[in-house]
């Protein structure tokens, strides 16, 4: 059974930092692409963040310079680095894999807000 497990969200004021993890187990994860989508209420969800398996990584405009993502094919985790954060970062972050199949994890709420 593939499960895609996050952690590591919460609530934070402006300019503070938060780090989100995604353990995967069921599945192999060194031959995947992963990523991290968020969705605020009443939008569409959207792609955060991506890292394929070589290690490459892409970004949303809105994000650029401030979250970081990474991986730890050991762990079979994957990480997002989330710094200068601001109201609008608030939502639903969702870990998503990619390797012949794709699964989505549960969520993670981030709240950014004073």
């Known amino acids: 059974q593939v499960q895609l497990v996050e952690s590591g969200g919460g609530l934070v004021q402006p300019g503070g930092s938060l780090r989100l993890s995604c353990t995967v187990s069921?599945?192999?994860?060194?031959?995947?692409?992963m990523g991290w989508y968020r969705q605020a209420p009443g939008k569409q969800r959207e792609l955060v963040a991506r890292?394929?398996?070589?290690?490459?990584?892409n970004y949303a405009d809105s994000v650029k310079g401030r979250f970081t993502i990474s991986r730890d094919n050991s762990k079979n985790t994957m990480y997002l680095q989330m710094n200068s954060l601001k109201p609008e970062d608030t939502a639903v972050y969702y870990c998503?894999?990619?390797?012949?199949?794709?699964?989505w994890g549960q969520g993670t709420q981030v709240t950014v807000s004073s």
């Open positions: 998503h894999y990619n390797f012949l199949r794709t699964f």
């Open positions: 069921g599945t192999s994860f060194r031959s995947s692409t």
């Open positions: 890292i394929f398996s070589g290690g490459s990584t």
